[in-house]
């Protein structure tokens, strides 16, 4: 039973409660008020953008439903909070631009908090700490410890387009053969294929392309390039509903429903079969 199910929904009225006690001491040139927030207590419903092709974060299964820490986590956020959460699945290179054109509240699907990313989003967290690494069929490329020996023309190496993958590439390795994919499903299925020789991608997502194809001949060595602190990411410039759901984050973590969140998702493999 993942974590969501366990919650306890607080009443849609403590909604508005904690808003009155999170701002009761600001003053009237304080935070102005919160569209998001008045849309999300009048409509009983708050909007996560994900991109549903993330695995273990955010991934869809056969039937169609959504699965993976991320989802988990946005659920009980949504249920503390006394709504409902609606999932609306988008390719992750176009979860901000949705965020900034109003179509969701808040995007939760692996994104790390960058200081690009926050100049156009506020960022609450971090609820994960993940890092770069590979994915491979190479033991010669899984060798590989620094990032300066990706640097090599005669390298293929695939990332996520609009990921802080991407953004890495482009830094540490511009002499490799660069390919972006509109989905990690495509760069993965480009590895197998050894159409590129290495994918580079979050240290999870890497481990359960594995996880997920024990006969692929695939390889995710340990070691990472970096440290990525994952965030959830809202509206810029609304210090109230930031505010509100860093302290839903924070009774989370402290009510060890994170913990339990990670450990299901990184520990137990059981729901791999559920996937498409």
Not at 224 to 229: C, G, H, I, R, T
Request: some cysteine; overall charge neutral; hydrophobic content about 40%.
């Amino acid at each position: 039973m993942t974590p969501h199910h366990r919650s306890r929904a607080l009443p849609l009225a403590a909604l508005s409660a904690l808003l009155l006690l999170c701002t009761s001491c600001a003053s009237k040139s304080g935070p102005t008020p919160s569209r998001t927030l008045d849309r999300i207590t009048e409509t009983g419903e708050i909007r996560v953008g994900t991109s549903g092709e993330q695995p273990p974060l955010s991934m869809t299964a056969r039937n169609g439903e959504l699965l993976g820490l991320d989802i988990a986590l946005a659920r009980v956020l949504a249920r503390s909070m006394g709504v409902e959460a609606r999932f609306v699945k988008l390719p992750f290179s176009q979860l901000l631009d949705a965020l900034l054109a109003g179509d969701v509240d808040l995007v939760m699907s692996g994104m790390t908090i960058t200081p690009q990313r926050s100049r156009r989003a506020t960022f609450v967290g971090p609820y994960y700490t993940s890092g770069k690494s590979l994915l491979t069929k190479s033991e010669r490329v899984a060798a590989i410890e620094i990032p300066q020996d990706l640097d090599a023309p005669e390298l293929r190496l695939a990332a996520l387009a609009g990921s802080t993958s991407e953004a890495f590439l482009r830094s540490s390795a511009p002499r490799a053969q660069l390919v972006f994919t509109e989905s990690l499903e495509e760069a993965v299925r480009k590895v197998r294929n050894d159409e590129v020789d290495a994918l580079v991608a979050d240290r999870e997502t890497c481990s359960f392309a594995v996880l997920r194809r024990p006969d692929a001949g695939l390889i995710a060595p340990e070691n990472v390039f970096s440290l990525e602190p994952m965030g959830i990411a809202l509206p810029p410039d609304d210090a109230r509903l930031a505010g509100l759901i860093q302290a839903y984050l924070d009774a989370l973590r402290e009510g060890g429903a994170l913990e339990k969140a990670t450990r299901i998702w990184f520990k137990d493999p059981s729901w791999v079969k559920q996937l498409r």
